[in-house]
């Protein structure tokens, strides 16, 4: 009897331990630090490129072991606010902050077989995002990973350096 609910143990637990080593192999993947090293949007219909952060757009994103994520985006060079109060900015300084930003967090899934990676975002700096999962195509090699993006008016194509 004992061996019999022994067998039936493992055939009902057996399932999700291997979900779970494979979730936990594939983010090894990409666990760790990454540093933007470029952003390109192809809008559509058109098919023109641009780099929304120039030519060096500075950034992080971080994938934890335990499926948390962080991802912060923005142009260099960027103007000091006259005010070290964020009180203080001015409507112009707000402006331009927030539309040369990207910032948002939450939880990831990784399929490495189907090559995406899905972010469940949690918070953002664009309250619309709030609750969505947002799925990217990625590609791995060595200590460089690219990220491929879609929406209605664009594809965007970032590639990140790991940080090591």
């Known amino acids: 009897m004992k061996s019999v609910l022994g067998w039936l143990t493992l055939a009902l637990l057996a399932p999700g331990q291997v979900k779970q080593t494979q979730t936990t192999q594939d983010r090894n993947l990409i666990v760790g630090a990454w540093s933007l090293s470029s952003y390109e949007l192809r809008l559509k219909p058109s098919g023109t490129i641009t780099t929304p952060f120039g030519p060096h757009p500075v950034g992080r994103i971080l994938y934890e072991a335990n499926g948390q994520m962080s991802a912060q985006l923005m142009r260099p060079e960027m103007t000091a606010f006259a005010s070290d109060d ?79």
């Open 86 to 164: 964020p009180l203080r900015a001015t409507d112009e300084e707000t402006t331009l902050a927030w539309r040369n930003y990207i910032g948002y967090w939450g939880t990831y899934t990784i399929n490495a077989r189907a090559g995406t990676i899905t972010h469940h975002i949690e918070g953002a700096w664009l309250t619309n995002w709030v609750g969505q999962n947002q799925t990217r195509a990625f590609q791995l090699s060595g200590d460089s990973l690219s990220l491929d993006a879609d929406s209605a008016a664009w594809h965007a194509h970032l590639t990140w350096k790991r940080i090591r």
